[in-house]
């Protein structure tokens, strides 16, 4: 099995740029969580979708951030516009309610914004 | 709301030395335990976990950890570190009636020194 895959690893973008991270779940998988990563903050959970459907997102910051599902094999993290706070190791994870629950976690989209 | 405090924010041992790391939740309900380990600039995996049955739980390199519900804990132990354990290590939780949502600790970084 490949493991949840997420693009693009590292990103350098200017403030007010858009921004769209990607992920690929682990086929089979149910649950799909976005994960923010920060030295200050640890780790947060942003959202997370069962079945392609998004269940909690209140762990999202603001508005500038949005999350889509459109098919189990794919989600998408935007930042628009991008600010520099927005700085961190974004994790996409998931797993399966029917195979032990253990999530699964990628390798990570490092985001910095100047 | 349940929450996960791991006390010791930085570990520092000599190679061979015995690890014990703390792990403390809050939660009124029955609870699923982890934890992940992340090595340096990589994505976080899964050491070990506890749903039911024996407290205490082996995982992967030679960790263990003991569920005492009577303390809400569940500390990580490894009787010898490696320098290769350096780390940081997240204990995380997830209510038991939905497995999937989990809360993480602050973690804890640990250097061992060769």
């Known amino acids: 099995d490949a493991g949840v895959i997420q693009s693009p690893r590292h990103e350098v973008t200017e403030m007010g740029q858009e921004v769209t991270l990607r992920c690929k779940p682990i086929?089979?998988?149910?649950?799909l969580f976005w994960y923010r990563q920060t030295m200050m903050r640890g780790l947060e959970l942003l959202i997370y979708?069962?079945?392609?459907?998004?269940?909690?997102d209140s762990g999202m910051p603001e508005d500038r951030f949005s999350a889509k599902m459109p098919n189990a094999s794919f989600s998408t993290l935007k930042i628009q516009p991008s600010e520099p706070r927005d700085s961190a190791v974004y994790f996409c994870?998931?797993?399966?309610?029917?195979?032990?629950?253990?999530?699964?976690f990628g390798e990570g989209s490092w985001l910095t914004v100047v | 709301a349940q929450s996960v405090s791991q006390h010791n924010h930085h570990v520092i041992l000599s190679e061979a030395a015995s690890l014990e790391l703390g792990c403390n939740y809050s939660?009124?309900?029955?609870?699923?335990l982890f934890w992940y380990v992340q090595y340096p600039g990589q994505h976080l995996q899964l050491l070990l976990k506890?749903?039911?049955?024996?407290?205490l739980v082996k995982g992967i390199k030679g960790f263990e950890a003991e569920f005492i519900k009577s303390k809400f804990s569940f500390n990580l132990r490894k009787p010898s570190v490696q320098w290769s354990d350096t780390a940081e290590y997240f204990c995380?939780?997830?209510?038991?009636?939905?497995?999937?949502?989990?809360?993480f600790g602050g973690g804890t970084r640990l250097m061992v020194k060769p």
């Open positions: 995380a939780l997830a209510p038991g009636n939905a497995g999937n949502m989990l809360t």
């Open positions: 086929s089979g998988h149910d649950y």
């Open positions: 506890y749903f039911s049955g024996d407290p």
């Open positions: 939660y009124g309900g029955t609870v699923n």
């Open positions: 994870a998931s797993s399966s309610q029917t195979l032990g629950n253990t999530i699964y």
């Open positions: 979708f069962n079945n392609n459907v998004p269940i909690d």
